[in-house]
């Protein structure tokens, strides 16, 4: 008797069915994995851009600005669109674009398709000076702002607080959307 080898139809058929099933669970979680790294890359570079404004403000020994990076590369742009750090030698919280002095040392730019964070409480700009304190002529008593994320669930809100001396923390807070 001949001994023959493969899959039958319904071996074949049931394989590919739970692959599906697999495949339909899988997807939406897959999505929510990469909406929460997006959040996450979010929140970590603008608390680098935060840790990297108050150390050059140190390191020139002069005042230095985060602001909303337009595509002209000033700084009337929305938050929600990205953010640069540059040394703010007049001190007027805009950048100077005819003074080379001010060019930005940094550029975050929210790519297309990225999750966009809305930004509640958010100033015109954070300056920290020389001596790494937060500029409090925008702040007083220091600033507290958040983003929170489409389709928020739980507490992916993140809430940064900066205070007078320069210390930024964040944390998670509840949404409040609900979307």
């Known amino acids: 008797m001949k001994s023959t080898q493969g899959f ?3 071996e074949v058929m ?3 069915v739970v692959g599906l099933i697999m495949l339909l669970v899988g997807i939406p979680a897959y999505n929510a994995l990469m909406a929460s790294n997006q959040v996450t890359a979010h ?30 590369g000033s700084c ?19 950048r100077d674009m005819n003074d080379r002095a ?14 966009t964070p809305t930004f509640t409480n958010m100033p015109a700009y954070i300056r920290f000076l020389a001596s790494g304190e937060l500029d409090t002529t925008n702040a007083a008593g220091g600033m507290t702002f958040s983003f929170e994320f489409p389709h928020c669930e739980g507490n992916q809100v993140r809430q940064f607080a900066i205070s007078t001396t320069g210390q930024m923390t964040v944390t998670k807070t ?6």
């Open 102 to 115: 001010e060019d930005p040392v940094r550029v975050w730019q929210v790519a297309a398709g990225d999750v």
């Open 8 to 10: 039958t139809l319904i």
């Open 43 to 72: 929140v970590n570079d603008f608390a680098g851009a935060i840790q990297l404004a108050r150390s050059e403000a140190v390191k020139r020994g002069g005042a230095v600005t985060i602001c909303p990076q337009a595509a002209n």
């Open 14 to 16: 049931t394989a590919l």
């Open 76 to 94: 009337s742009g929305a938050w929600a669109n990205g953010w640069m750090v540059f040394p703010d030698r007049d001190g007027a919280g805009v």
């Open 174 to 179: 509840s949404c409040t959307s609900g979307s």
